[in-house]
């Protein structure tokens, strides 16, 4: 077994042994994800349609408002009756137009199901954001003979996934800079330093992050027992 | 005060040297900027969350640049700062002024 292929099922077996939760948590979440996504959007699709019908009758009134409008400034010249016709209409006409004006007002889409939209936008985006992730290990992985590829592979654990292809490919442009006046042995010190430094910062800021998680579901369990 | 109300030294010389490298500025120009003319040395990891957190506060943008083969085919993050950095940039260095200002501390003026 050469050792690419020994670096490769090492790869292999640490990314899957990282992103197990995330699978697991994928499999049983995604789909309802999904479907809360296509209710959400279905419900905002529905309030658009009565909104956008509400607005055309809202403008028809209007028009014929202002059709009568023009009718009143001859009405003097009209018998009584017909007077009295006018009038009642223009009346029953500005009812309507209030009433229209009122529940386009009231016309929202609910609070469940924007907290719904929210929710399911925020999971959306944890998924996108392990996509990256898994783009950027495979083009690690495509690299498997580079010198320094456990490094870079100890990096891409701790970076914030939004940066690491960059973060990377940083290192990489000057390693190649550096290396050309000093030398490979001193570029390569440079990098191992680079990636200590890098590990030692951004470690403690996961550790951290998933103290404060661990902190919330202990409070929250504690608030559920009523303790 | 909340977070988004101040921001850190290191976040002074990030915001800086975004600022001094106009459209250049991405991570490994970002960190050579700060070592040579702060003469701070700083790991690419610092580097990177520092600016995660500034884009996070909406201080700051990027855009993705072009990939080199250099780079091992990985493209370059250019970041620029936005008017809310600029201004809170501006407030943190009035700050820092008028609380040395009258001082005598050696080698500042």
Known sequence: MT???????????????????????????LPFVCGAQRLTHSIAVRVHRKAAAIHEMHSELNRRAYELRSQLEKLKGLPPLRQQEVLALHSALITDLEHFRAKSSRLKVPVSVRAMASVAQHLKNTFERRLREYESFQKLAARVDSETYYLDLLLWFVLPSDFVEEALGDLTEEYLIRSEPVGPSQAQAW?????????????????????????IVDLLIKLVRGK | MGQRDHIGEFEQLVLLAILRLKG???????????EERAGRSTSIGALYLTLDRLQTKGFITSVLGEATEQRGGRAKRYFTINPSGREMLRASLKALHKMSEGLAIAGVA
């Not at chain 1, 490769?8 to 699978?23: C, D, E, G, H, W």
């Not at chain 1, 200590?196 to 550790?207: A, E, G, N, P, Y």
């Not at chain 2, 250049?24 to 700060?34: L, W």
Request: aromatic share 16%; charged share 25%.
């Open chain 2, 24 to 34: 250049d500025a991405y991570g490994m120009k970002i960190r050579r900027e700060i």
């Open chain 1, 3 to 29: 050792f690419q292929s020994r670096r490769a099922i090492f790869s292999k077996i640490l990314f899957r042994v990282y992103n197990a939760p995330t699978l697991c948590w994928a499999a049983f979440i």
């Open chain 1, 191 to 215: 990098y191992r330093r680079q990636v200590h430094d890098s590990v030692k910062v951004c470690f403690w800021r996961k550790l951290e992050r998933i103290a404060v998680i661990g902190t």
